[in-house]
Structure formats: C-alpha cells, structure tokens
C-alpha cells in the first residue's frame, strides 16, 4: 500500500455513470487508485477479499443483487470497515432516502450531476475535505446541503 496514494472504491451499476467518474477523477490529477464494482454483492465480496481497504468507498443506491444501502448497513456493521469513509452517490435524492442514509451512517450524500465541472467540484472537495472533522462533527447541515447540485 502506497501511503501517498488514496484508494478509492466506486460501487456503480451504471457503464456509462462509471465511465463518467472515471474520467473526471483522472482529471483531478490525484495520486490515487480507482476500483470500481458493478453491484452490490460484488462490492462486498471486493472488500471482504481485500488487503487494502478503500479511503472512500463512492455507493450508489440503487444496484441489482444487494442495494447501496443494504451495502452500507453490512459495511457498518463490520469492525474492519466501520470507520471507512462512504459517500452515497445516487440520482435517487428524495428526502427519505437522505434520511436513510444519514441514519445508516454515509459520511455524505452527493445527487449524482449530469456535468463534468460539477462532479469534478464535488469530487474536488471531497477529496480535499478532513474527514477526521466531518465525522467527529457529523450533523445533517454538513452531510448533504454543501456537496448537494441541483
């Protein structure tokens, strides 16, 4: 493990979502790691079978086989992943499934934008961010409302 290198983790369903993230971390011209996984089983059997755990796992809802959320509740629960970072990354934002995984425990909640600037803004900011503040300080007006497009 490269301790100047961040290891990130996308669970997405989505090729094309995929593929969009992709290119807009590489533009942020990071020294990182990009794994990605398709649904929801296969990210879990990615972080039960690895050695090097992500920094930030980026978890889409809405996934065949095992949900983002039943992903995150597991993840949770599990003593080697509890304190990993997840942001919920999802087109689905209504108000209960915020809540949802406010109270499931994502560190943040991002709506999926539909612009290279603004995801590569919100992916900016959330890889500059002190995680180690977020979450000792974690409340519902720094979860959603400054990394939320509309």
Same mark, same amino acid.
């Given at each position: 493990? +490269?301790?100047?290198?961040?290891?990130?983790?996308?669970?997405? /369903?989505?090729? /094309?979502? #995929? #593929?969009?993230?992709?290119?807009?971390?590489?533009? %942020?011209?990071?020294?990182?790691?990009?794994?990605?996984?398709?649904?929801?089983?296969? %990210?879990?059997? &990615?972080? /039960? +079978?690895?050695?090097?755990? @992500?920094?930030?796992?980026? %978890?889409?809802? $809405?996934? @065949?086989?095992?949900?983002?959320?039943?992903? %995150?509740?597991?993840? #949770?629960?599990?003593?080697?992943?509890? +304190?990993?970072?997840?942001?919920?990354?999802?087109?689905?934002?209504?108000? *209960?499934?915020?809540?949802? *995984?406010?109270? *499931?425990?994502? $560190?943040?909640?991002? #709506?999926?934008?539909?612009?290279? +600037?603004?995801l590569k803004k919100?992916?900016?900011d959330v890889m500059?961010?002190?995680?180690? &503040?977020?979450? /000792?300080?974690?409340?519902?007006?720094?979860?959603?409302?400054? &990394? &939320?497009t509309s």
């Amino acid at each position: 493990m +490269d301790p100047e290198k961040l290891y990130i983790l996308l669970a997405e /369903d989505d090729q /094309d979502d #995929r #593929r969009f993230f992709k290119k807009v971390f590489d533009s %942020l011209k990071i020294n990182h790691s990009l794994s990605m996984c398709e649904d929801g089983p296969e %990210l879990m059997a &990615y972080l /039960d +079978d690895s050695h090097i755990l @992500p920094h930030i796992i980026f %978890l889409d809802i $809405n996934m @065949p086989g095992k949900s983002g959320m039943e992903c %995150l509740r597991e993840i #949770r629960s599990d003593s080697r992943l509890r +304190d990993t970072t997840v942001a919920m990354y999802s087109s689905l934002s209504s108000p *209960a499934a915020v809540e949802e *995984a406010f109270i *499931a425990g994502a $560190n943040i909640f991002i #709506r999926k934008p539909n612009d290279f +600037d603004d995801l590569k803004k919100i992916l900016c900011d959330v890889m500059y961010m002190n995680w180690q &503040y977020v979450t /000792d300080g974690l409340n519902r007006e720094n979860y959603m409302i400054n &990394y &939320y497009t509309s």
